[in-house]
């Protein structure tokens, strides 16, 4: 339950800086200006939507909101790393296209937003209100610091009602049939449970090749296959921690001199060992549940304050992982707990039993066995881990210099040069794509996709990892390309091997899959091949099968079989082959069905609108001839 609870915590915290952050990006930011910008003089264009013209400004604005959402998510990522990783300005300049063809669209259809819609669009603006009621003086002010007036906002919003409109117009014929709603919720609700035999992956053979005419024939099909990534070669070196000499223990009064700058640090917060007893009600439970529910609380919750053994009452009926240990929380202190669980828990002395307290997860009795208050310790109490920090601290502020230095020497000279002077390693990758593999911090995606940023002969700046730093130079780069026939011959040829191999293994399981039938059993079948069995878990087409490894999608025949019906044999993307028996099947209940069967249509009509709308909005592109003007906005 403290985990539950402590984990709930954060993520309310996020999903509020989320929600804040999507409404600052697309109410405020909007109307910023970035480093991107064109002379008020000047007539530029971004791109033509036939013969109608998109101001760069138009697609500035985009891009400047798009930029800045993003920098609110990753503060410490440049704009350059952002728009590599996101393409900030493709999304800009498609969005501008896409609201230049709805609105031509809005004008073909006849469409209108009037002032009335506008207007309430306006006050229902949650940035303009006050109190909850839209406050003229503030739509002023929220408006003039953004450097925009209230027509042109207006007139904005004006074209997001006519674009809603026609997204509407588009999306309306959408329909989802009740066999199609089953269906979805059949592949989420249906689950089997498999007796597996797992077969291991076919070795192609020693030495073994392929004719000519079919390694051309697959190569020929289609050379886009064996595409090479873009790659890169790198020399690195790291400065380590634990090669930095520690500096000298601090004498006695700079210990006291460092516990007194940071006595913050060392600060005691106030903090409570609790217990607690869990009914679990879930949130906008009828009522006849939760009064039941109540009544029960109620009855322990008067044994509990009778005085009752509050860890024996928990084990007994507390709904919660901690109920086995007679509820024991632990310490705790403030922000760990949801809200109306710390406000009772920190209310309470030692030995105190609660009332009944409601949180998302349910009623919680809760007993707090301690209480530690807060206060500022004395040096002496804490003398050890002063002393810890602050070796900590000198040994940081080494390494530091450390890095300085080399940093210092690597402007001035050669990377092996520099490296060499202060004793560090120098490793050398081979070409190598963005996956890897890369040393040091470079295997992180962000990281990696950081220095292939770099061009050839660059140095980066020192990363981070752990207590260590580790600097990067590009020694050569390679670009994504197509290979030759010759290039890729020996890819083309490992290929079609494996294949070959693959296909001799499902034959070879197709006749031991018989050997079952005729009642072999399968551990002797697994032990014969050199194979395993298991048993999974239940599972449905769309949840990961944790014993074979593969998405259970892979199983999809077995939902058709019936309990002891023998299936396969399937390939699993390593190459292993399973043959399996339905060991028990849990079906879609048809009542389960009837109450979720709005829910389940909904969502799948709010699937199919989007993708009908995004396969419109393409069409309508290519009718009315887009032109991207790549002088000024560039290559997309």
């Known amino acids: 339950m403290m985990r539950f609870i402590r984990n709930n915590a954060v993520f309310v915290l996020v999903v509020v800086i989320f929600i804040v952050a999507v409404f600052i990006g697309t109410i405020f930011l909007v109307w910023g200006r970035g480093s991107m910008s064109s002379s008020s003089s000047e007539r530029s264009v971004a791109a033509w939507v036939g013969s109608a013209e998109i101001p760069y400004a138009d697609f500035v604005k985009t891009y400047d909101s798009r930029l800045e959402f993003y920098r609110r998510f990753y503060p410490n990522v440049g704009a350059a790393e952002l728009e590599k990783r996101f393409k900030v300005r493709k999304g800009a300049l498609d969005a501008a296209i896409a609201r230049r063809l709805l609105l031509d669209e809005a004008g073909r259809l006849g469409l209108t937003a009037t002032d009335e819609e506008v207007g309430r669009r306006v006050r229902e603006t949650a940035s303009f209100q006050e109190n909850g009621a839209f406050d003229p003086k503030k739509y002023r002010e929220v408006l003039a610091a953004s450097g925009i007036t209230p027509a042109l906002y207006e007139e904005d919003v004006r074209g997001e009602l006519l674009a809603g409109k026609v997204r509407t117009v588009v999306q309306e014929p959408v329909r989802v049939s009740e066999a199609e709603a089953y269906e979805e919720f059949r592949r989420d609700k249906e689950k089997v449970r498999l007796a597996l035999v797992i077969l291991p992956s076919p070795a192609p053979p020693a030495g073994g090749t392929v004719a000519a005419d079919r390694l051309r024939r697959a190569y020929d099909a289609d050379p886009a296959k064996y595409t090479l990534p873009e790659r890169a070669q790198f020399a690195c070196a790291a400065v380590l921690a634990r090669d930095v000499p520690p500096p000298p223990a601090a004498a006695e009064d700079e210990l006291r001199r460092y516990f007194e700058e940071n006595a913050t640090e060392f600060r005691i917060q106030k903090g409570v060992r609790a217990r ?342 393409e069409d309508l592109r290519r009718v009315r001839s887009v032109k991207i003007n790549t002088q000024l906005v560039g290559t997309l």
Request: zero cysteines; hydrophobic letters at 45%; proline letters at 4%.
């Open 276 to 617: 607690h007893i869990l009914f679990k009600l879930a949130e906008g439970a009828p009522a006849e549940e939760e009064k039941k529910i109540r009544e029960r609380a109620e009855f322990v919750l008067g044994k509990a304050k009778g005085g009752a053994d509050f860890a024996a009452l928990a084990k007994e009926f507390s709904q919660d992982p901690s109920g086995p240990a007679g509820g024991d929380l632990g310490w705790f202190t403030a922000g760990q707990m949801v809200p109306e669980f710390e406000q009772a828990a920190f209310s309470l002395g030692k030995g105190q039993v609660s009332d009944l307290v409601r949180t998302q997860f349910g009623l919680h009795v809760i007993k707090v066995e301690e209480v530690r208050e807060a206060g500022s310790p004395a040096f002496e109490q804490v003398r050890a881990q002063v002393a810890a920090r602050a070796a900590a601290a000198a040994l940081r502020a080494a390494v530091a210099e450390r890095v300085e230095q080399v940093n210092d020497a690597l402007a001035d000279g050669e990377f092996d040069a520099a490296a060499a002077k202060f004793g560090l390693t120098v490793q050398t990758t081979g070409l190598v794509p963005r996956e890897g593999p890369l040393p040091g911090p470079a295997a992180r995606p962000d990281v990696a996709e950081s220095l292939f940023g770099l061009g050839e002969g660059e140095v980066s700046e020192f990363i981070r990892q752990g207590e260590d730093f580790w600097v990067y130079k590009v020694l050569a780069k390679r670009a994504s390309s197509v290979p030759s026939f010759e290039e890729a011959r020996a890819q083309v040829e490992r290929e079609l091997l494996a294949e070959d191999a693959r296909q001799r293994a499902l034959g070879e399981a197709k006749l031991r899959l018989e050997d079952l039938r005729r009642g072999e059993k399968p551990e002797t079948l697994a032990a014969r091949l050199k194979g395993e069995t298991r048993e999974t878990a239940f599972f449905s087409q769309r949840e990961f099968v944790a014993e074979a490894g593969v998405k259970g999608e892979i199983f999809v025949e077995a939902f058709g079989l019936e309990a002891g019906a023998l299936g396969g044999p399937v390939a699993a993307p390593d190459g292993r082959v399973l043959i399996y028996r339905v060991a028990a099947r849990l079906p879609a209940s048809r009542e389960a069905f009837a109450l979720e069967k709005a829910a389940v249509i909904e969502r799948l009509r709010s699937a199919k609108k989007d993708r009908l709308f995004e396969a419109w909005l």
